[in-house]
């Protein structure tokens, strides 16, 4: 059998420990990052329509914040350096990692969401840009842990810091292997959830479309007499409404023009009136 199967043999129940200690930490920070991560985004989504300049200075202070610490990941690599340092001997690596990841991914998809979800939304659709910020956050997630395990020698970075310093071929392909697994494995995941997101936005479109269509038809329909009577029917009740605030001698003189309904059509047969009659006609006057 080839060496590198031997070797995955032997080291079973190591790699089995290992890659659950990554797939723990990964499954914890992202699904609380998600959340987080959500209504931090939001918050800030709604701080910048704010009109205040102070809520506009902090809305902005925020997003700077958020800018830094979730587009630049040296900068929580950095921190976590720090804080191994002062407080390593306070709580162990796996619990404080957990909560350093917790925080860092909840900038981090606060961040995705102010770039990708709220101002590009309306490009491919809400559903669209929120998978595909959580797809950065996973992989985003997945190097974190790869390279905190590296400093803190567990899960898959211990397979490749022991590679890396012992020069041990086996142990570094081993977790480099891993790790283009679970990136491979989040990319496969995410891809099929988006092309079911994307065939149900187009379905939903589509949908839409024909119903537009199927509403315009029905107003094609409808007959000219049938507008125009309509229209009779609202300058019916405006004139009616202004002969009630109108004098009363006025009033009833120009009352019997409006009694009758008369259809457009009928008033295209009589013709237009001439200056006499339209003169002799107390409520032509009111309508001038």
């Known amino acids: 059998m080839h060496p590198f199967f031997d070797y995955w043999l032997e080291q079973e129940a190591l790699l089995q420990r290992l890659v659950g200690e990554a797939i723990s930490l990964l499954f914890g920070a992202f699904f609380v990052s998600l959340i987080a991560g959500s209504l931090l985004g939001l918050l800030l989504a709604g701080l910048r329509r704010g009109q205040s300049p102070l809520i506009r200075l902090i809305s902005g202070i925020l997003r700077f914040a958020v800018m830094l610490l979730g587009d630049y990941p040296f900068i929580i690599l950095f921190m976590f350096i720090v804080i191994l340092g002062y407080y390593g ?9 957990q909560l350093l990841l917790m925080g860092w991914g909840a900038l981090r998809f606060a961040y995705f969401m102010l770039q990708n979800l709220i101002d590009r939304a309306e490009e491919e ?9 959580a797809r950065q956050l996973a992989i985003s997630l997945i190097s974190a842990v790869v390279i905190a395990g590296i400093i803190g020698r567990m899960g898959i970075g211990r397979l490749l810091y022991e590679g890396f310093y012992q020069e041990d071929f ?13 990136i491979v494995a989040v990319e496969l995941i995410f891809g099929i959830v988006l092309f079911k997101a994307r065939k149900s936005l187009r379905r939903q479109r589509q949908e839409l479309r024909e119903h537009l269509k199927q509403q315009f038809a029905k107003a094609n329909t ?16 405006e004139a009616e409404a202004v002969l009630a605030q109108a004098p009363e001698p006025i009033a009833e ?5 409006i009694t009758t309904p008369t259809s457009t059509s009928a008033a295209n047969s009589k013709g237009a009136q001439s200056p006499q ?3 002799d006609d107390p409520f032509s006057g009111l309508i001038q």
Request: hydrophobic share 45%.
């Open 89 to 97: 001997n306070m709580l162990p690596f796996d619990q404080m990692l």
């Open 125 to 133: 659709g809400f559903a669209i840009q929120f998978i595909r910020s």
């Open 170 to 182: 086996m142990s570094f392909s081993t977790g480099a292997l891993l790790f283009a697994i679970l």
């Open 222 to 237: 409808f007959e000219t007499s049938d507008y125009a009577q309509a229209f009779d029917d609202e300058l019916r009740e």
């Open 253 to 257: 003189k120009a009352n019997h023009h």
């Open 277 to 279: 009659s339209a003169k």
